[in-house]
């Protein structure tokens, strides 16, 4: 029973937040307006990289720093967090709190922008191959200059994929352990490894701490979308569900990522399709081994499906998500 109170109102939160921003997503208006919670959290990274990543400290002292920024990045969003949820709480009562933080919990979520940057892409491919890289250039790291119709559109999948687990499920997956404060804490790990966390010159020993972090506050979010793929291509037709299993039982494990792996290999094997392979960052040729056994070639038709895909698997998650809402609610009112 304990158990049960404990998680049902984290469990509400992320239901709440999963159906807001699959309807709205995060306001244009709101960004230009105030900012986002990410950019917020940018900042401080930001400053703390600027003040104890200095050239001229010593690796060793560099790293030790990593692990000072890594626990104020964590601890000072995560803090806030806990307190204006216990105002919401405190001041409202629990008809409007709870909705109230699940819709301010969704701007963690990035179901609908992935969606959209994803879908942007599909469709400029069909105008122009100069379109679809301008496109692709908002979502991935790599040079699109350097990227044909094919690459492009394998670059949009592998994002589909990876940002699924990372942007999507891992934030909705730590909302449902610790609501608002479980999100914040997840989405602050997530940024610091996305801008210091990085084999660079200048983040390699700063960035250590935020990088390993990241990996294993990843690793359930990263297995568990794996599942919702292969669960959304056994519900769809075209799909490939033993296909799916197959490949990310042999592939996942391959890949540079210890998580991106297991979305990005069930999404291969659900569409018939490879995925990775060798690719160049910042014109440095980087030899990845490939993940499916389907073709390289994609065209547009194939991110469609991925598309097809992934939205089935989002409505898979939200559909478990309030299964285990009403099961919690139910164990409730018997006792």
Same mark, same amino acid.
């Given at each position: 029973?304990? %158990?049960?109170?404990?998680?049902?109102?984290?469990?509400?939160?992320?239901?709440?937040?999963?159906?807001?921003?699959?309807?709205?997503?995060?306001?244009?208006?709101?960004?230009?307006?105030?900012?986002?919670?990410?950019?917020?959290?940018?900042? %401080?990274?930001?400053?703390?990289?600027?003040?104890?990543?200095?050239?001229?400290?010593?690796?060793?002292?560099?790293? =030790?720093?990593?692990?000072?920024?890594?626990?104020?990045?964590?601890?000072?969003?995560?803090?806030?967090?806990?307190?204006?949820?216990? #105002?919401?709480?405190?001041?409202?009562?629990?008809?409007?709190?709870?909705?109230? !933080?699940?819709?301010?919990?969704?701007?963690?979520?990035?179901?609908?922008?992935? *969606?959209? *940057?994803?879908?942007?892409?599909?469709?400029?491919?069909?105008?122009?191959?100069?379109?679809?890289?301008?496109?692709? #250039?908002?979502?991935?790291?790599?040079?699109?200059?350097?990227?044909?119709?094919?690459?492009? %559109?394998?670059? =949009? !999948?592998?994002?589909?994929?990876?940002?699924?687990?990372?942007?999507?499920?891992?934030?909705?997956?730590?909302?449902?352990?610790?609501?608002?404060?479980?999100?914040?804490?997840?989405?602050?790990? +997530?940024?610091?490894?996305?801008?210091?966390? *990085?084999? !660079?010159?200048? *983040?390699?020993?700063?960035?250590?701490?935020?990088?390993?972090?990241?990996?294993?506050?990843?690793?359930?979010?990263?297995?568990?979308?794996?599942?919702?793929?292969? %669960?959304?291509?056994?519900?769809?037709?075209?799909?490939?569900?033993?296909?799916?299993?197959?490949?990310?039982?042999?592939?996942?494990?391959?890949?540079? #990522?210890? +998580?991106?792996?297991?979305?990005?290999?069930?999404?291969?094997?659900?569409? @018939?399709?490879?995925?990775?392979?060798?690719?160049?960052? +910042?014109?440095?040729?980087?030899?990845?081994?490939?993940?499916?056994?389907?073709?390289?070639?994609?065209?547009?038709?194939?991110?469609?499906?991925?598309?097809?895909?992934?939205?089935? =698997?989002?409505?898979?998650?939200?559909?478990? @998500?309030?299964?285990?809402?009403?099961?919690?609610?139910?164990?409730?009112?018997?006792?």
């Amino acid at each position: 029973m304990r %158990l049960s109170r404990f998680l049902l109102r984290p469990v509400s939160t992320a239901c709440v937040a999963s159906v807001t921003d699959a309807m709205a997503g995060y306001p244009q208006a709101l960004v230009s307006r105030i900012g986002h919670p990410v950019i917020w959290i940018g900042r %401080l990274i930001s400053g703390l990289d600027r003040r104890l990543n200095t050239p001229e400290r010593t690796p060793a002292r560099r790293r =030790a720093n990593g692990f000072v920024a890594s626990a104020v990045i964590v601890a000072v969003p995560t803090l806030a967090a806990i307190a204006l949820e216990r #105002s919401i709480r405190r001041i409202l009562p629990r008809s409007l709190a709870l909705p109230l !933080t699940g819709v301010l919990a969704s701007s963690l979520v990035a179901q609908r922008s992935l *969606h959209d *940057h994803v879908l942007a892409v599909a469709q400029q491919a069909q105008v122009s191959l100069p379109a679809a890289r301008r496109a692709v #250039s908002h979502i991935v790291g790599r040079d699109p200059e350097q990227l044909d119709e094919a690459a492009v %559109l394998r670059a =949009a !999948t592998e994002t589909l994929a990876e940002n699924f687990s990372d942007g999507i499920v891992a934030p909705l997956f730590w909302m449902a352990l610790g609501g608002l404060p479980g999100a914040v804490f997840y989405k602050a790990v +997530n940024t610091a490894d996305s801008m210091i966390g *990085h084999r !660079t010159p200048r *983040h390699e020993a700063f960035g250590y701490a935020a990088a390993r972090l990241d990996d294993l506050v990843n690793l359930p979010a990263s297995r568990l979308s794996a599942l919702w793929i292969i %669960l959304a291509a056994l519900s769809l037709p075209g799909m490939d569900a033993r296909g799916s299993l197959r490949v990310l039982r042999r592939d996942a494990r391959t890949h540079r #990522s210890p +998580n991106a792996g297991w979305p990005e290999a069930a999404m291969a094997g659900a569409l @018939g399709i490879r995925l990775s392979g060798p690719r160049a960052y +910042n014109g440095v040729r980087v030899a990845e081994p490939w993940v499916g056994d389907g073709t390289p070639d994609l065209r547009p038709a194939d991110l469609y499906r991925a598309l097809a895909l992934y939205r089935r =698997a989002c409505l898979i998650q939200t559909l478990a @998500g309030v299964t285990a809402m009403a099961l919690l609610g139910r164990t409730l009112r018997r006792r």
